[in-house]
């Protein structure tokens, strides 16, 4: 069983900065295409970035340029630095992750973090 576990969420002033974190833990997998996901009150789930198992990436238009999304293969991990925050930021945000080994293959969601940037 696959387990992703998001963390530094928080609250921050517009303009400022948080680097998400997701951790893989409870089985022995690999990850093909991990990806960030946000939710803000009463709107549906979008697509923030997503990075490939060598390293490509691709943005979401309204956070290109402010968001760098990277990943540690060895720690099964994936991570989102947030910079010059908007209030439009405020969401939950998701780590997902595409498992490719035999006995984990399928695709993965955390529990999500709260950012909150203030104006």
């Known amino acids: 069983q696959v387990q992703l576990v998001e963390s530094g969420g928080g609250l921050v002033q517009a303009g400022g900065s948080l680097r998400l974190s997701c951790a893989a833990s409870?089985?022995?997998?690999?990850?093909?295409?991990m990806r960030w996901y946000r939710q803000a009150p009463g709107k549906q789930r979008e697509l923030v970035a997503i990075i490939s198992r060598g390293g490509n990436t691709n943005y979401a238009g309204s956070v290109k340029g402010r968001f760098t999304i990277s990943r540690d293969n060895a720690k099964n991990q994936v991570y989102l630095q947030m910079n010059s925050l908007k209030p439009e930021d405020t969401a939950v945000y998701f780590c997902?992750?595409?498992?490719?080994?035999?006995?984990?293959?399928?695709?993965?969601w955390g529990q999500g973090t709260q950012v909150t940037v203030s104006s």
């Open positions: 409870g089985s022995t997998f690999t990850f093909d295409f």
């Open positions: 997902n992750a595409d498992g490719i080994s035999p006995s984990t293959r399928g695709n993965y």
